[in-house]
């Protein structure tokens, strides 16, 4: 499995941007997807998740209500859209894949593979 992330970038606060990340692998639709980042100085925080057969979402708090997740299975693509930025988003947003169980879908350890990582700037 091998994990493509893009479209970081720099906005001003309030805009948007939708990140992709392409898997390779052949089973993609059984993963669940997930996205995390960091900071600078900062652990890397989960950001939202995806499970593969039912779609089912997760979503941290602070990012609810303004970043989406989604995925297309026949693009073996997951996205995040990211609405009304804020300058504490800036961070390298990273994508994973992996298959945890209830309950530790928002730990980065339950992830098996990961992609590059993209960079994600908000100015104020």
């Known amino acids: 499995v091998q994990l493509q992330a893009s479209g970081g970038g720099l906005v001003q606060a309030g805009g948007s941007l939708r990140l992709s990340c392409a898997n390779s692998?052949?089973?993609?639709?059984?993963?669940?997807m997930g996205w995390f980042r960091q900071a600078p100085g900062k652990a890397r925080e989960f950001v939202a998740a995806?499970?593969?057969?039912?779609?089912?979402?997760y979503t941290a708090d602070s990012v609810k209500g303004r970043f989406t997740i989604s995925r297309d299975n026949a693009k073996k693509t997951v996205y995040l859209q990211m609405n009304t930025l804020k300058p504490e988003d800036t961070a390298v947003y990273y994508c994973?894949?992996?298959?945890?169980?209830?309950?530790?879908?928002?730990?980065?350890?339950?992830?098996?593979?990961w992609g590059q990582g993209t960079q994600v700037t908000v100015s104020s």
């Open positions: 692998g052949r089973t993609f639709s059984t993963y669940t």
């Open positions: 995806i499970r593969g057969n039912s779609g089912d979402t």
């Open positions: 994973a894949a992996g298959n945890p169980i209830l309950g530790r879908v928002r730990l980065s350890s339950a992830y098996n593979y």
